[in-house]
């Protein structure tokens, strides 16, 4: 079975730093990773995914993923955080072997960015 | 363009009784999804749609849960005998239905109140 773990339930850093969001998965076959953000009241949106290919991948606002298989991980990056990069992040994981349309989100990891 | 809409934002019921949500996605797309988010957890998957056909309801957690697609295009959440454990955030997402892939855009969510 899919599953996806986000070990800190949040992470503090200062305006300036850089930010790292940690995520580790378990599937069966080969994953497909997202992560995605979600700002109070509002919907989750879209960052990043790793499909297949170069394993650091990048996104919106900066953001970015390094997908290591070795580790089963997927954390989420950024070299300098903004106080606006305060939000609520998850990751989620596909199954490739599985069909891939079926989607596990971690619990999230809340992203306190102080200025 | 309209993003994934999802009417109403806020529903209020009581135990017992029958509820339904809808979805609007984007105009396109193929693949529908439904999620539910309780607090302080990542979205949970429900069931997911290939066109008109329920391709995986597996997340569905029992028989007062049924959701319907018929034209292909939006979507209703259909819940009966609700529940205080219903109560939660339901998500709508829909994507271009290519396959795993696929990124998938979310609505902002029906909060579901049971008393």
């Known amino acids: 079975a899919q599953s996806v773990a986000q070990p800190e339930d949040q992470v503090n850093v200062a305006e300036g730093n850089p930010l790292t969001v940690k995520c580790t998965y378990s599937?069966?076959?080969?994953?497909?990773l997202f992560w995605y953000v979600q700002y109070p009241n509002r919907g989750l949106q879209f960052l990043l995914k790793?499909?297949?290919?170069?394993?650091l991948v990048k996104g919106s606002y900066g953001f970015e993923a390094e997908f290591n298989k070795s580790q089963t991980s997927f954390h989420l990056k950024k070299p300098s955080a903004l106080v606006s990069d305060s939000a609520l992040y998850f990751c989620?994981?596909?199954?490739?072997?599985?069909?891939?349309?079926?989607?596990?989100f971690g619990a999230g990891t809340r992203l306190f960015v102080k200025a | 363009g309209a993003g994934v809409s999802q009417t109403p934002s806020n529903k209020v019921t009581e135990k017992g009784k029958y509820v339904e949500l809808r979805c609007d996605p984007i105009?396109?797309?193929?693949?529908l999804y439904w999620y539910r988010q309780s607090l302080g957890q990542g979205p949970e998957f429900l069931i997911y749609?290939?066109?008109?056909?329920?391709?995986?309801d597996s997340g569905l957690p029992n028989d007062r849960f049924f959701a319907v697609r018929p034209e292909g295009s939006v979507s209703t959440l259909k819940i009966q005998r609700t529940e205080r454990g219903d109560s939660a955030v339901y998500l709508c997402?829909?994507?271009?239905?290519?396959?795993?892939?696929?990124?998938?855009?979310f609505g902002p969510g029906t909060r579901l109140t049971v008393l």
């Open positions: 997402a829909s994507s271009l239905g290519l396959g795993g892939t696929d990124t998938q855009y």
């Open positions: 599937v069966s076959g080969n994953p497909y």
């Open positions: 790793y499909i297949t290919g170069d394993n």
């Open positions: 989620a994981v596909r199954d490739i072997g599985t069909g891939g349309f079926k989607t596990i």
């Open positions: 105009s396109g797309h193929t693949a």
């Open positions: 749609f290939q066109g008109t056909g329920a391709a995986d």
